[in-house]
């Protein structure tokens, strides 16, 4: 009987899939020291965010020769070292098309929240007061949405935008897309030259480090908003606090950090900063979906 390990959790309803369809499902999460050992007694290993799937990690769990597939359960596999673990035989996929709605939506919500000060009237209500004059926003109608790559989740955030009256901007490691007229491609300097809100959608590259640092920061317009749904570390935190203290900035929406969980406790106190922690695919309709994704996944991989 093929063995699955589920180290970061999984929707139940796909956990009793997997054990209908004949596989032996253990739901445990592992300390890194201890992952490689207990991976030689499973064939498949399902993922998130917490577990780090790392060379030390793989060359223990070789002993051996079990494990033949690692699933992120999500988009970024940065957490896992991909090119060694397939260099040693081992399948890394993960469910990029579950969670791209999710992960959109919560991009245009900081959009929201940070324009229209719904974090701060929320705790200044609770507190008894009524500072209505204080908050006021600003239409995201006519505005300029610019976004860093162009994914599944880059292209379903241009869709509500569109919808909603933003003239939408693109940049993308790939060229201009096919079949997406309505929407600009251009470079990255002009993007942040001419965007009033500017979403990130890219993975990180930690050989490269942030794409958006002091110098990208300065190129934007002054009183514009950054939005990061995508990986901590992509944007440099501590440009984001200079410019946002400095009122270059009008304000950010923040689901990913550099560290999570984050100890930036100056950029999620901030005034102007709408934050969450790391919640893009945290919706019933996306984990339902990652269920299903990862299911197909392991039935048609190892049967």
């Not at 693109?170 to 929407?183: C, F, I, P, Q």
């Not at 990180?204 to 990061?228: C, F, H, P, W």
């Not at 935190?237 to 400095?246: C, G, I, R, T, Y």
């Not at 406790?265 to 299903?292: C, D, F, W, Y």
């Amino acid at each position: 009987m093929h063995r699955i390990l589920i180290t970061d959790g999984m929707e139940k309803s796909a956990v009793e899939d997997l054990r209908k369809a004949g596989f032996e499902v253990v739901e445990q999460f592992y300390e890194p020291e201890a992952l490689g050992a207990e991976l030689n007694n499973f064939d498949a290993l399902v993922v998130r965010s917490a577990t780090k799937v790392r060379k030390p990690i793989i060359d223990k769990a070789l002993e051996s020769g079990r494990l033949k597939l690692v699933i992120r359960g999500g988009v970024g596999v940065d957490n896992i070292d991909v090119a060694y673990a397939e260099e040693k035989g081992i399948k890394v996929t993960n469910t990029p098309n579950a969670s791209s709605a999710s992960v959109a939506e919560l991009a245009l919500a900081h959009m929201f929240a940070v324009t229209r000060f719904i974090g701060d009237s929320n705790i200044t209500m609770r507190e008894g007061k009524w500072e209505k004059k204080k908050y006021e926003g600003i239409e995201l109608s006519g505005k300029t949405l610019g976004l860093i790559g162009f994914g599944r989740i880059a292209k379903e955030l241009a869709k509500r935008a569109h919808v909603l009256g933003m003239k939408v901007l693109y940049t993308n490691r790939s060229g201009k897309a096919e079949g997406y007229d309505e929407y600009e491609y251009c470079g990255l300097q002009d993007l942040l030259k001419r965007s009033d809100f500017v979403s990130l959608h890219i993975p990180l590259d930690k050989s490269k480090g942030a794409v958006i640092g002091k110098e990208e920061l300065a190129m934007m317009k002054d009183r514009a908003y950054i939005i990061n749904c995508a990986r901590g570390g992509v944007v440099c935190e501590e440009a984001l606090l200079e410019a946002l203290n400095s009122g270059k900035l009008a304000g950010a929406g923040i689901d990913v950090f550099a560290e999570e969980p984050t100890k930036n406790m100056e950029l999620v106190n901030h005034p102007k900063v709408s934050v969450t922690p790391h919640i893009g695919a945290s919706t019933i309709e996306a984990q339902t979906r990652i269920g299903e994704e990862i299911v197909s996944i392991i039935k048609n991989f190892l049967k």
